[in-house]
């Protein structure tokens, strides 16, 4: 009989850290880089991973509560922002914000409208088009919710100093940047041989 390893290896406490997860430097050269710096940089992507796990218990929270899926609810937040800016927002607006096709978004508005989260009705001054709106009860339950939970961000953010702010916005975007997938041809579409 085979023997089962008593303790197996544990992961590292931090998963983040570019030596557990490119140990023989295939990925990322860091040889320039001392030792002390590579490991601070360890914890800054730790710090993204605690932000990006808190906002995916975030979501499945707010999708759970409000029993709706992840188009429904960035369909709801846009309709909200629209609604603030005084903007009509239209199918075809909701369809290019969520970068779906027009019949995935008719299927949307249907699954909304049906659930009373949204309301339709004639576009004020294109007789073509339909204006969609929120309903007020349904606003007001993303509002309590999980808009208030994600407006707390804003305090994180006032605590920086505007310097401070800068380099976040630098680093963000920067790092936005690297991972961008517009030159990555294994993350292109299938263009279709005729």
């Given at each position: 009989?085979?023997?089962?390893?008593?303790?197996?290896?544990?992961?590292?406490?931090?998963?983040?850290?570019?030596?557990?997860?490119d140990p023989e430097s295939q990925l990322v050269d860091r040889?320039?880089?001392?030792?002390?710096?590579?490991?601070?940089?360890?914890?800054?992507?730790?710090?993204?991973?605690?932000?990006?796990?808190?906002?995916?218990?975030?979501?499945?929270?707010?999708?759970k509560y409000m029993k709706?899926?992840?188009?429904?609810?960035?369909?709801?937040?846009?309709?909200?922002?629209?609604?603030?800016?005084h903007e009509i927002a239209t199918p075809g607006a909701i369809a290019s914000h969520l970068k779906i096709s027009t019949a995935s978004t008719t299927k949307l508005l249907d699954r909304l409208e049906k659930a009373g989260h949204i309301t339709r009705q004639p576009h004020p001054t294109d007789r073509r088009a339909l204006s969609i709106a929120i309903t007020p009860k349904?606003?007001?339950?993303?509002?309590?919710?999980?808009?208030?939970?994600q407006a707390k961000r804003f305090h994180a953010a006032a605590r920086l100093t505007t310097e401070e702010r800068e380099v976040v916005i630098h680093f963000l975007?920067?790092?936005t940047?690297?991972?961008s997938l517009t030159d990555e041809t294994w993350a292109q579409p299938a263009v279709p041989i005729e």
């Amino acid at each position: 009989m085979a023997s089962i390893e008593a303790s197996p290896t544990p992961l590292p406490t931090n998963i983040y850290d570019v030596n557990a997860a490119d140990p023989e430097s295939q990925l990322v050269d860091r040889s320039s880089v001392p030792a002390a710096e590579v490991s601070h940089i360890g914890e800054l992507m730790a710090a993204l991973g605690r932000l990006r796990s808190a906002e995916q218990q975030l979501t499945d929270a707010s999708l759970k509560y409000m029993k709706l899926n992840q188009s429904d609810m960035r369909a709801l937040h846009y309709l909200i922002v629209a609604a603030n800016t005084h903007e009509i927002a239209t199918p075809g607006a909701i369809a290019s914000h969520l970068k779906i096709s027009t019949a995935s978004t008719t299927k949307l508005l249907d699954r909304l409208e049906k659930a009373g989260h949204i309301t339709r009705q004639p576009h004020p001054t294109d007789r073509r088009a339909l204006s969609i709106a929120i309903t007020p009860k349904t606003r007001q339950a993303a509002m309590d919710t999980v808009g208030r939970q994600q407006a707390k961000r804003f305090h994180a953010a006032a605590r920086l100093t505007t310097e401070e702010r800068e380099v976040v916005i630098h680093f963000l975007d920067d790092m936005t940047k690297e991972i961008s997938l517009t030159d990555e041809t294994w993350a292109q579409p299938a263009v279709p041989i005729e």
